[in-house]
């Protein structure tokens, strides 16, 4: 199995296929390597495809301290990823906690980065609900701990957010959360007690953001309520973001949509490998 090792030596189990300008793929809590099939399959075509599953992710490692998942970790293991591959920098394609990674990606090391494709962007952003939801994530946690992945995937897959994949897509919804019960439970709850329940929001990184002028796709389902206003907010601080919604969409968009995805996302590339996804003119910024 090829792996790539981080600063701290924990094993990042990645796939890749096909060639040309790279692009990278960054999973969502819920999901691993094994969820951007429809991506790498399509992508390939015209692009070298690496997707990789997160620590804590099996077949990757699963460190045992809850200290070896913060969000510094999880974008830098990114990064770990390109460097054992030799890549200099790369489209970056995340969804949720992997566009989480790739905006600090962004912020933090905005050379590595070709472009930003953030997909189910922000969700536990807001600050107002802040200590409530990482409460939640502790919660959560303990969940995975003493109940383990099988319980705790019975409950969210009912979670607002899942509701539109279940009912466009029963049987795809279904593998989604058959999946997720196979996942190891300590490493999905230290991601959740340390990433998701540690992470700043991005309403706290506004002048960061401001200055980042790398090619930005924001990418949100508009039944995706928790995801709405970050992707308005991304929207206007990013320079030079483009804002897409997809209608009657929840949360999985690459596996809700896979065919609008895919033509969202290929759209964007093309037009960012051109030189064609400047920063916004400030003449077309409405005054006042």
């Known amino acids: 199995m090829p792996y790539a090792v981080t600063n701290d030596n924990v094993r990042l189990y990645f796939e890749e296929t096909g060639s040309g300008t790279p692009i990278i793929f960054l999973h969502e809590f819920a999901a691993d390597h094994t969820n951007w099939e429809p991506q790498m399959r399509y992508f390939s075509r015209g692009h070298r495809c690496i997707a990789y599953s997160a620590r804590g ?11 070896a998942y913060s969000y510094k970790h999880f974008y830098t293991d990114a990064l770990a990823v390109l460097d054992h591959l030799k890549i200099e920098k790369a489209h970056l394609v995340g ?4 566009s989480y990674s790739s905006l600090q990606i962004g912020l933090n090391a905005p050379h590595r980065a070709l472009s930003m494709t953030l997909a189910g962007v922000g969700s536990g952003s807001s ?7 990482r409460q939640h994530c502790q919660a959560n946690a303990e969940q995975f701990e003493t109940l383990g992945s099988a ?7 009912e979670a607002p957010g899942r509701i539109p994949f279940l009912v466009k897509d029963p049987r795809g919804h279904a593998d989604f959360y058959a999946a997720l019960a196979r996942h190891d439970s300590k490493g999905s709850a230290n991601t959740m007690r340390s990433f998701q329940g540690g992470r700043p929001s991005i309403y706290t990184l506004t002048e ?3 200055k980042v002028p790398t090619p930005a796709l924001i990418i949100c389902g508009d039944e995706d309520d928790v995801c709405v ?9 990013l320079p030079a973001a483009g804002l897409t919604f997809f209608p009657k969409s929840g949360h999985v968009l690459n596996l809700e949509e896979p065919a609008l995805f895919n033509e969202m996302v290929e759209r964007f590339i093309a037009l960012a490998e051109a030189g064609r996804w400047p920063v916004r003119d400030p003449r077309s910024v409405a005054a006042g």
Do not use: C, W
Request: proline share 10%; no cysteine.
């Open 95 to 98: 969804l949720s906690m992997g």
């Open 229 to 237: 206003e970050p992707s308005l907010f991304l929207k206007k601080h």
């Open 127 to 133: 600050l107002q609900n802040l200590e409530a939801f």
């Open 57 to 67: 992710y099996t077949p990757s490692d699963v460190p045992p301290s809850a200290d």
């Open 208 to 210: 960061a953001i401001r």
């Open 151 to 157: 319980e705790v995937a019975k409950v969210t897959r």
